[in-house]
C-alpha cells in the first residue's frame, strides 16, 4: 500500500490452474457447493506442484477462484437472486457479483493425481481459473 | 479464461479498502488472528459505501486481503516458521508466503462508522489492502 497517495492499490492476480467441472454455463450450477454440485478436477500449473506437497486425500481445503464472469461493478444485489429479499450490499452477500470476484470454496480432496486435485463438492463453472488453495479456517 | 490458450489468466485486483491497525510491522504480528491480534479499523472507499449496506455490529465476515509485504516466488516452507517442522507446499499451509498473497481472516464486526468498520481479531500490518468482504461460509 502507498501511504502518500490516496489511488487505490492495484495487484496482479495470476492463476494457478483451472476448474474442470461438467458444469458448463453459470445457470446450470447450484447456489452453493453443499446444494448438489458436482466433484471437479482442479489443475494446477505443473510449475507449481511443489506448493501441493503435503496435501492428501481426505483434507479439508478452501479453494479460491476468480469468478470470470462476474460483473464487478454491482454494489447491491438481492440475495439469492430472490426479488422478494431487499436489496443487500455485495459485502453482505456470497453473490459472485462484487468489485473483486473472488470466490472461496469448501472442498474435501477426494484424490491427488500429480498436480491435479479431485475435489468437491464446487459450485463453479468449467474453465473458472483457480487462485489459491488455502486449509480450512474454522 | 481463455480456453483456446494456454498462457495463465492474469486479473487485476483493485484495493477496496485499507487496514489500519497498530501493527505496524510484518514481525510484531501473530500468526493468527486467535493468537492475540488486535481489534481493526477497515477504511472501505467511500465510493463503494452501498457494498456494505447489511453489515452490522455483532456479524462474523470473512476479510480479504492482499498481504502485500509477501514474497509470491516461495512454493514450500516450514510451518509456522519452525524449522523442525519439515517444509510443506504453500498450499498446503497458511503462510503469507504463496503464489497470491491473498489473506483470509475471519472476524467479528464490532462497530459500524459510515464506511469504517471496526473488526476484530485481525493479524495484519497498518496499511495492508482489502480486497474483499464476505459472510462466514462454516
Same mark, same amino acid.
Given at each position: 500500500?502507498?501511504?502518500? $497517495?490516496?489511488? @487505490? %492499490?492495484?495487484?496482479? /492476480? ?14 446450470? $450450477?447450484?447456489?452453493? #457447493? $453443499?446444494? +448438489?454440485?458436482?466433484?471437479?478436477? *482442479? ?5 507449481? $506442484?511443489?506448493? *501441493? ?6 483434507? =479439508?481445503?478452501?479453494? *479460491?477462484?476468480? /469468478?470470470? =464472469?462476474?460483473?464487478? =461493478? ?13 436489496? &443487500? +450490499?455485495?459485502?453482505? &452477500? !456470497?453473490?459472485?457479483? !462484487?468489485?473483486? @470476484?473472488? +470466490? ?7 484424490? %491427488?493425481? #500429480?498436480?491435479?486435485?479431485?475435489? +468437491?463438492?464446487? =459450485? ?15
Amino acid at each position: 500500500m502507498n501511504k502518500k $497517495s490516496k489511488k @487505490p %492499490v492495484q495487484a496482479m /492476480l495470476r492463476s494457478i490452474g483451472v476448474i474442470r467441472s461438467s458444469i458448463k454455463k453459470r445457470g446450470e $450450477s447450484p447456489m452453493q #457447493g $453443499s446444494e +448438489g454440485a458436482p466433484d471437479v478436477w *482442479l489443475e494446477i500449473d505443473a510449475s507449481l $506442484s511443489d506448493a *501441493l506437497d503435503g496435501i492428501a486425500a481426505g483434507d =479439508e481445503l478452501i479453494v *479460491l477462484t476468480w /469468478l470470470h =464472469e462476474a460483473d464487478r =461493478e454491482t454494489l447491491k444485489v438481492h440475495p439469492r437472486s430472490d426479488p422478494k429479499r431487499r436489496l &443487500t +450490499g455485495v459485502f453482505a &452477500t !456470497r453473490s459472485p457479483d !462484487r468489485p473483486n @470476484p473472488i +470466490g472461496l470454496h469448501p472442498v474435501k480432496v477426494r484424490e %491427488v493425481s #500429480g498436480s491435479r486435485l479431485r475435489v +468437491g463438492p464446487m =459450485e463453479v463453472i468449467d474453465g473458472t481459473p483457480v487462485v489459491d488453495i488455502k486449509p480450512v479456517i474454522c
